[in-house]
């Protein structure tokens, strides 16, 4: 663990505020979250952090859950992470409160990634599933980056979509993949549904429509090889898993693969609470607390130790066994595993 220490090998996710602008159809902030007053991590602890483990890290995410441009001074944070030079960093955000200061700030301190998350190619569509939002707005911004990085002759940060894939969007894939083609976007990435139970939301997996989405996605990928554009989508159905009514024929094995989180990911809430997976429960699996204590000391604690042991033993944890990344066998099989209201509250709390 010394020797690694010398070398660039963590992964790092950090929410720099527990708050977002959007009340999406999908999303768990929905819950107990939106009723917790907000908690934005202060500058000081946030370079306490940052000298600490930016020089080891290999990736830098700055918002994970949360929308980041609700932190009013989100650029000196830029700032400060522009000092350690990490290879890659990525911010995620729903652009509705993308401007020319943010935009400048990104370009500045060298951020490799802005993944804009929007669902839809159309104005209906994209409002009914991002609740509070507003198509065009988006749009705009969007363009105003591309603008600006044209002007400053800069490549970076990287245009990247993601796209939730649902019953009410999956229509409009295929066309998605022309706009952001017309948005001259980098790359674009669909994942499925993940349906929080709480939300109700079951219907709009597309569990519920395996054939149709097949076809879909078949033809999105058409349309993408002509576009020329570069896209991460989940691979097709095995219908074969499914009954005449569209219902899986049986439950779920898991198979683990190979994930690193135990050995090189850190997650860390806005109040520097740390666990190494976001999916994670903050009451079992809460490592440290950067407030308190040292990256030395979260990192070769009881916690991180522990699940190492298991993993290296395969043995591991419930919430790795329902991994919306990881998981089992078929991707049917694990993406669409329901969560319950408990779950997705132990998870949410390591922001509150």
Known sequence: MKTAHKR????????????????????YFQLDLKKEPPVIMGLGLFGKIASQIFPKALSVNLSCAAEPFLVPNYPDYLKRTKKYAVPETT????????????????MNANITRLNVSIDGATKKTYEEIRKGSNFEKVLRNVTLLQ????????????LCFDYALMRSTINEFPQFLCLAKALEADSIRASHLIPFKSLDIMD???VNCPDKANKILDEARNVAKKLKLKIEVPPNFNLKDFND?????????FNKPDCRVPFESMYIASDGRVIPCVWF???DWCAGNFRNESFEKIWEGSVYKKLRKGFNHS?????????P?????????YVFKERIREDIVNIASFCL
Do not use: Q
């Open 315 to 323: 043995v591991y944890t419930k919430y790795c066994k329902n991994c």
């Open 204 to 206: 709009e997996s597309l």
């Open 281 to 283: 429960s903050i009451k």
């Open 91 to 106: 911010i995620v955000t729903n652009a509705t409160l993308l401007n020319e200061k943010i935009i400048a700030s990104l």
């Open 245 to 253: 009514k569209g219902r899986k024929k049986r439950e779920s094995s």
């Open 8 to 27: 660039r090998f963590l992964r790092i996710f950090i929410d720099l505020n527990n708050k977002c602008n959007l009340k999406c159809r999908m999303c």
């Open 147 to 158: 603008e600006m990085k044209k002007k400053a002759g800069s490549k970076t940060p990287y």
């Open 325 to 333: 990344v990881y998981g089992s066998d078929n991707i049917e099989n």
